[in-house]
């Protein structure tokens, strides 16, 4: 029996109803950019997350440039960032003109490591972007406070992160904005590109509602050069419902997560996601470490079953980034996570026995090492 890494197929198909009515009364209200649907999800997700404004946006990657660029990061400005993540939080900042400096990750949750931020800390720092991956946020205290010490910005890419909680409060509102992607894959996934910023400080939350309209104030009068970049009305219809089944659907991603954690905890050779206290976890991505990453997937493969590689080519090793100055070895805590990192399927809608399956089979292939 084959299992998929993700479809989203299913739950379309469980919904159906609830789905076609939402976009059927988008449609027939005629009102397709912005409007109703895009304010309602804007005040129900800042509702949910805790948090004063959501300015709906095109993606999660547009959400990182006009968040940065909101914050008034350009050209000669550094951005104290992790090598090891989705190309967008790096691509955000040298589109704007200003440059990444890396720190590496911590070797157990994959995110920026905040003892090495401070010697990277110049005249020119303006901002830090921790990225919060798979499962956690990064370790934020000790990074809000050297912040506040060196007067920078923190802007938190929360795109894999909607839900997660960093010492009770929701990852996305520590920092000065966060982010967040809607993509399909993501826990709180469209039916296609979607975004999302969130702030506490109305001055931010303004900027962006200008940016995300071509820098309009009023209606073919722009203060300055901004971006087409609105959340989709349809999207924005689909995520408020998906919003009402959130909460289930993170305990089903628990569920398959404990079930992979109970299966595999005996296993030599192989490490499982390791969460701090600190934190409470989602499980968007359910990751293992082994040395044998490479012949584990292949594997699988064989096998049918779904996995993927997040992430296989840090950032700072990336051709278009060349530019930067880096050689392998600069972040060896990355170039090694992204050699033995592998994510198995993980999705609310998986099945016992699709589970079953999975387990079986990468018990078969550390039998057989
Ligand atoms: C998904 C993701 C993004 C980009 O989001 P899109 O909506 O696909 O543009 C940015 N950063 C991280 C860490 C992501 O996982």
Same mark, same amino acid.
């Given at each position: 029996m084959s299992v998929p890494f993700f479809t989203g197929v299913r739950e379309y198909i469980r919904n159906k109803d609830l789905f076609n009515r939402a976009i059927e009364t988008v449609l027939l209200r005629g009102d397709y950019i912005l409007g109703e649907e895009v304010d309602a999800f804007e005040k129900e997700a800042a509702s949910y997350l805790g948090t004063s404004h959501a300015v709906g946006l095109a993606s999660g990657s547009d959400a990182l440039l006009l968040a940065l660029h909101a914050l008034g990061i350009g050209p000669g400005d550094e951005v104290i960032t992790s090598p090891f993540t989705f190309f967008a939080s790096v691509s955000a900042i040298t589109r704007l003109g200003a440059t990444p400096v890396f720190v590496d990750i911590d070797p157990e949750t994959f995110n920026m490591n905040p003892s090495l931020v401070e010697e990277k800390i110049t005249k020119k720092t303006k901002a830090l972007l921790p990225i919060h991956l798979f499962t956690q946020t990064a370790d934020m205290q000790p990074l809000l406070t050297l912040a506040e010490n060196h007067g920078l910005s923190l802007l938190e890419d929360a795109a894999e992160a909607f839900g997660m909680e960093y010492q009770g409060q929701k990852a996305g509102t520590l920092g000065d904005i966060g982010i967040f992607s809607f993509y399909p894959t993501k826990t709180l996934g469209a039916y296609g590109d979607a975004g999302l910023a969130v702030t506490k400080n109305e001055n931010l939350a303004e900027r962006l509602r200008i940016l995300r309209r071509h820098g309009e104030t009023s209606r073919y009068h722009h203060k300055e050069i901004g971006y087409n970049s609105r959340l989709d009305t349809l999207q924005a219809a689909i995520l408020r419902l998906k919003l009402q089944s959130l909460e289930q659907d993170i305990e089903k991603r628990e569920?398959? !997560?404990?079930?992979? &954690?109970? !299966?595999?905890?005996? #296993?030599?050779?192989?490490?499982? +996601? @390791?969460?701090?206290?600190?934190?409470? +976890? @989602?499980?968007?991505?359910?990751? #293992?470490?082994?040395?044998?990453?490479?012949?584990?997937?292949?594997?699988?493969?064989? &096998?049918?079953?779904?996995?993927?590689?997040?992430?296989? %080519? +840090?950032?700072? %090793?990336?051709?278009?980034?060349?530019?930067?100055?880096?050689?392998?070895?600069?972040?060896?805590?990355?170039?090694?996570? !992204?050699?033995?990192?592998?994510?198995?399927? %993980?999705?609310?809608?998986?099945?016992?026995?699709?589970?079953?399956?999975v387990i079986d089979t990468v018990h078969r292939f550390f039998k057989g090492l």
């Open positions: 569920h398959w !997560a404990q079930k992979y &954690n109970n !299966a595999f905890a005996a #296993l030599e050779n192989v490490r499982l +996601p @390791v969460i701090k206290q600190q934190c409470k +976890p @989602v499980y968007y991505v359910y990751s #293992l470490i082994t040395p044998y990453r490479d012949e584990l997937k292949a594997f699988l493969d064989k &096998n049918d079953i779904g996995n993927a590689i997040y992430y296989p %080519l +840090p950032l700072h %090793l990336q051709e278009c980034f060349q530019f930067l100055g880096y050689f392998p070895g600069d972040y060896s805590v990355a170039e090694e996570a !992204a050699r033995s990192i592998l994510a198995l399927p %993980l999705f609310p809608d998986l099945t016992e026995e699709e589970s079953d399956n």
